[in-house]
Structures are given as C-alpha cells and as structure tokens.
C-alpha cells in the first residue's frame, strides 16, 4: 500500500463500549431497526453505545477496566423509557441510573483517552431509524408514541468492538456479576 511519507499501514481502529442487551430487547429493538433503518445504512444490530471512540493503543486498560466494572455491578435495572426525537432519525429513549453511574466512573478513569463525542453527558439510547428525512422521523415517532408501552430489563454486561470502516468487530464481552445492593 502506497501512503504519505511515514505511514506505517493503516491507522488502528478505535475502540467502542457497549452495554448489552437482554435477548428480547435486543430482538425486538433490533426488528424496528431493521423496519425503520435506511437498508444501504443499516449495518449493525440495535445496540446501547457507552464509548464512541476510544485509543487501541489504551486495549489494555479499558479491558481491565470492563472487567472490574462487570465484576463489581450487578446488571443494572433499566427501562425503554419513549421516544427521542432526532434530526433525522428516531431512537428509543432507555433510563438506567445504574447504567449511567457506571458509565460516569469508567469515563473518571478513561479521564485523557475520551474523544470530543465521549465527553460530553451520556443520553442511553437504542437508534431506529436514521439519514432519513424529517417527515419520516416524525411519522415514525408519532406511530412508536402511539403504540409504545415502558419495557423493563436489566443490561447483563458491556462489550468491547473494533470500529472498522463502518463496521464493528467483537473483541470480548463482560458479564455483570456483583451482588444487588452490595
């Protein structure tokens, strides 16, 4: 491969965190995606993003981090809580405190490896539909608002992915395991 002077290869792949879906949220999220989502855009399944963008060259650290994470929290309680409106899109809404005070303590220790994206406050959510245009957002979600009743679960643990062209590549998975109210 041809590249500018000092290229070594192609630039490593960012790293992504996210929190897992029970398999019936997963499913069902995953079906309005697969209606709703542009097919020539739609290229992974429904999913929780906690970190966009986080430096390869850190793995190790966020994978020590994951799994203390996991094993210290037990799977935080959440819920499909409505709709979020986007500029041309639409996700479902997803309430978690539990989720969101994990989230604030990975981000206290990955403090120097957040993108832009990463520091700003988590909004938990589940995209449906996106790069669509803005009539169809509002179609959707006045039909989603009309039809949508809260769903409660709790996320059984967080995943690490390779952002890759677009695409995502599974590296490793973490279950909750620590006690309730512990």
């Not at 992974?44 to 963008?53: D, I, K, P, S």
């Not at 005070?101 to 990955?110: C, P, Q, S, Y």
């Not at 957002?137 to 690490?160: S, V, Y």
């Not at 909750?176 to 109210?181: I, L, N, V």
Request: hydrophobic share 45%; proline share 9%; aromatic share 6%.
């Amino acid at each position: 491969m041809i590249g500018r002077l000092g290229d070594r290869g192609p630039r490593p792949a960012p790293l992504l965190v996210t929190a897992l879906l029970p398999p019936d949220i997963l499913s069902w999220a995953d079906t309005l995606r697969r209606e709703h989502y542009p097919p020539e855009r739609n290229r992974l399944a429904a999913h929780v993003t906690l970190f966009h963008g986080l430096p390869p060259s850190a793995g190790r650290e966020i994978r020590a981090a994951l799994a203390e994470a996991a094993a210290a929290n037990p799977p935080p309680a959440a819920q499909i809580a409505g709709i979020m409106a986007m500029d041309r899109g639409t996700a479902l809404k997803v309430a978690s405190h539990a989720l969101v005070v994990i989230h604030e303590n990975l981000a206290e220790r990955f403090h120097g490896l957040l993108s832009w994206q990463d520091s700003h406050p988590l909004v938990l959510h589940i995209t449906v539909q996106n790069k669509v245009s803005p009539e169809a957002a509002r179609r959707l979600q006045a039909d989603l608002k009309a039809t949508l009743k809260p769903r409660k679960f709790a996320f059984p643990g967080l995943a690490l992915h390779l952002y890759r062209d677009g695409l995502w590549e599974f590296v490793q998975s973490w279950r909750f395991r620590g006690a309730k109210g512990g």
